[in-house]
């Protein structure tokens, strides 16, 4: 006990800093090959997240926290030209980040402020589609554009652990003392333009088949089974999707700040831990 008081003393920023519990509730999305627009709502799903928050100042933060989204887009959302080629996916994405923050405004001051972020982050992915029958397929062990064939060295194939820079911006209000209540957009910038397993051009049918089987050709184009569409594989070298533009994923929703140092003081308070100097001297 004496040795904690003495701590707390001397150190008073490292026992007590400004330590704050984050959750998040919202949507996630994604923007890529199958579905153009830079930000809707449209085939969102729910997100989640949770974190811890550091408060330097006021004014600047460190956060980190691991966060779970599930995206997925259809073709025939797509814009008109592009849903008879008839391509899906879903993947869920699991995330851990590291940002910085910066507050406008200091809340302790002021009620409100507007607020932005960006750091680092690792997710997980792994795009799937259900077939003909509904079967949950798995996309990336198909090749579907020739990724690690041999007749394709160039196409490699590639990791479901990425790199993102994750940045954003929202308001936050103030509650209470305690509780933090915020609006936010964050986005993620990739470095993979196979979030959905579409990328580039369409690769030989008969080499395909021979290297992945029936299933990769069935998975990797989807016209045949559109009213109307072309029964027909298409051409090697035929445009699949766009490599100029990589993959976005994002967030949108709530986050709820709580902080934890009056908790914990309240607490250690109750116990007569920092309330007792006559039990020290």
Not at 12 to 30: E, K
Request: hydrophobic fraction near 40%; include cysteine; aromatic fraction near 14%.
């Amino acid at each position: 006990m004496k040795r904690l008081f003495l701590l707390v003393l001397v150190f008073p920023n490292m026992v007590f800093a400004q330590w704050h519990l984050n959750l998040f509730g919202g949507i996630s999305n994604y923007s890529g090959d199958l579905q153009g627009k830079v930000f809707t709502m449209d085939q969102s799903n729910a997100g989640f997240g949770i974190g811890l928050q550091y408060d330097f100042t006021p004014h600047v933060s460190a956060l980190s926290g691991v966060y779970y989204g599930k995206v997925g887009a259809s073709d025939k959302f797509n814009k008109p030209i592009l849903q008879q080629r008839n391509l899906s996916f879903q993947t869920q994405i699991f995330e851990w980040n590291l940002m910085g923050e910066y507050n406008l405004f200091d809340l302790s001051v002021k009620r409100f402020t507007p607020y932005g972020f960006a750091g680092i982050a690792v997710f997980h992915f792994n795009p799937y589609a259900y077939d003909t029958l509904g079967n949950k397929v798995y996309l990336r062990p198909l090749s579907t554009e020739g990724e690690g064939l041999a007749a394709y060295p160039d196409r490699k194939p590639y990791s479901l652990f990425q790199f993102a820079i994750p940045f954003g911006a929202g308001i936050k209000i103030r509650i209470t003392d305690n509780v933090v209540l915020a609006y936010e957009v964050s986005f993620r910038k990739l470095f993979t333009d196979y979030l959905d397993d579409v990328s580039t051009k369409y690769v030989d049918s008969a080499t395909l088949a021979q290297a992945k089987g029936p299933l990769a050709i069935e998975m990797s184009y989807r016209g045949n089974e559109v009213k109307g569409g072309n029964p027909n594989y298409p051409a090697a070298g035929t445009v699949r999707g766009n490599p100029k533009n990589k993959d976005w994923y994002y967030f949108t929703g709530i986050r709820v700040s709580i902080g934890l140092d009056n908790m914990i003081n309240k607490r250690m308070n109750k116990k007569g831990i920092i309330d007792c100097p006559k039990k020290v001297m």
